[in-house]
């Protein structure tokens, strides 16, 4: 089937999900012939940030692992430049103006119920009244997780939410069995323990434990607890949205390293960037050991695409789009699907490969 000049990969891409997950007998198949999904989300991660689109000095050996099993996608574009939206997104196969959430206002107090749709005058530094946002993902919006529950699939978030202020607007409410969470913060207090988290669920563990490991260790415990059913998991890391903790050693390693092209030089990221691909490879370490690799669909994605800073791109003309171009990065990997050819792209997504 070969598709229309503008239509968005990730749309379709997440109807072809729908149809792998549901359209077909395996819904009510036995656990055993039931696809997992594993979504891992990289917080802020910009399209040139990985060695898998061409970086030079940072180091994602896991994410080149992914790749080399499944699909690169290099037209993925996100819903949204920013946190809350995009998430939402996610969560529900909606754009941003049906869903209602237009900035990162997850952590923000709801308007009351019979605020305006439009405040009255503009703010001080804008020129333009804008409609009000809704500041959590609705309740009454079907989520991917409700659906998999309903469907007698064990669900877990583990990670960021940023979906809304109050425990009714939580991951667990909105379909997840197990969670672990810091709500409703945009990025933790600290990456170091004590996290310093003013709701949710997260627990401190040792004093300096990072929380991209801890984070780890939850959804091993998950995927370990439920490896005999089936299962959908988001792992959605805090890294490598501010405050910017991250590991010493590693970013002394970075310190003395230079991009040869002269444009990437950030050693913290850099040292937060390795963490999170460090977690990428437990997980599929996980996935191997316990012979889960083939009959799980995992995708990796940033949630809206890198900060100016970081976000390079050869088209100077996008460059500088703030706070971030929406390109974002994005594989996939299921190998029973991706066959004997991997890794393959969708550049564009054509027919043969669907």
């Known amino acids: 089937m070969k598709l229309p000049d503008r239509v968005s990969n990730l749309n379709w891409l997440a109807a072809a999900l729908i149809g792998l997950l549901f359209g077909n007998p ?184 990072y929380i991209t490991d801890r984070i780890t260790d939850e959804a091993v415990k998950f995927i370990e607890a439920h490896q005999n059913e089936s299962w959908y998991l988001n792992l959605w890391q805090y890294g490598v949205h501010g405050p910017w903790g991250h590991k010493e050693e590693y970013t002394a390693q970075f310190a003395k390293k230079t991009d040869p092209r002269g444009v990437q030089k950030n050693p913290i990221m850099a040292s937060m960037l390795k963490s999170v691909d460090e977690s990428l490879g437990r997980v599929l370490d996980t996935l191997d050991r316990l012979k889960l690799a083939d009959k799980t669909l995992v995708i990796l994605t940033s949630d809206n695409g890198g900060n100016v800073h970081s976000n390079i791109e050869s088209d100077t003309k996008t460059a500088g789009i703030k706070p971030g171009h929406p390109r974002w990065p994005m594989v996939e990997s299921w190998r029973k699907w991706a066959g004997f050819e991997p890794p393959t792209n969708n550049a564009p997504l054509r027919e043969g490969k669907s």
């Not at 997840?176 to 627990?203: I, K, L, N, Q």
């Open 26 to 209: 395996g819904l009510s198949a036995a656990d055993s012939e039931r696809p997992n999904l594993l979504l891992f989300v990289v917080d802020d991660m910009g399209w040139m940030d990985s060695t898998v689109y061409g970086s030079q000095y940072y180091e994602t050996p896991n994410m080149e692992r992914l790749a080399s099993q499944g699909m690169i996608f290099w037209n993925a574009y996100s819903a949204h430049p920013l946190c809350s939206p995009t998430r939402a997104s996610l969560m529900t196969g909606q754009y941003p103006a049906r869903h209602g959430i237009t900035t990162a206002a997850g952590h923000t107090p709801p308007d009351p119920p019979d605020a305006p749709p439009y405040p009255e005058k503009a703010s001080p530094n804008s020129q333009t009244i804008q409609p009000r946002t809704n500041r959590y993902l609705d309740p009454k919006l079907v989520t991917l997780a409700e659906v998999l529950r309903d469907a007698d699939y064990r669900t877990a978030h583990i990670g960021k939410w940023h979906l809304g202020l109050r425990p009714e607007h939580w991951p667990e409410a909105q379909g997840f069995e197990t969670v672990f969470h810091g709500a409703p913060d945009p990025g933790p207090p600290s990456y170091h323990s004590p996290y310093g988290f003013r709701e949710g669920t997260v627990t401190d563990g040792p004093e300096g434990e």
